[in-house]
Nanobody, 121 residues
Framework: QAQLEESGGGLVEAGGSLTLSCAAS????????????IAWFRQAPGNEREGLSC???????????YYIDSVRGRFTISRDNAKNTVYLQMNNLKPEDTAVYYC???????WGQGTQVTVSS
């Protein structure tokens, strides 16, 4: 059974950095992490869940990353296939980045449990 486990959230001051991890397991026998497109979303209180970034399946030149405007240049998504983990490096954090952050595998519509990020002003 597929499992996604996020970690790395916490409390940080504005301008600080955090790196979130999404450890994946049980996605499908015989498939590596690079066979899947993985996305990061976030949801702030009272707001809808918002897609932030994704990394497509593939390796090297076949792999693409995408970001929404509000995080482009501050957030970086990456993947370590050997560790079955996707990361979201977040720099220059702002109070409006405060939310619960989730990783998501669109092909199997599977979500992690989320990790809380709080940015103080």
């Amino acid at each position: 059974q597929a499992q996604l486990e996020e970690s790395g959230g916490g409390l940080v001051e504005a301008g600080g950095s955090l790196t979130l991890s999404c450890a994946a397991s049980g996605l499908k026998l015989g498939f590596g992490l690079n066979d899947w497109t993985i996305a990061w979303f976030r949801q702030a209180p009272g707001n809808e869940r918002e897609g932030l970034s994704c990394i497509t399946s593939g390796d090297g030149d076949d792999e693409n990353t995408y970001y929404i405007d509000s995080v482009r240049g501050r957030f970086t998504i990456s993947r370590d296939n050997a560790k079955n983990t996707v990361y979201l490096q977040m720099n220059n954090l702002k109070p409006e980045d405060t939310a619960v952050y989730y990783c998501y595998v669109p092909y199997i519509n599977h979500w992690g449990q989320g990790t809380q990020v709080t940015v103080s002003s």
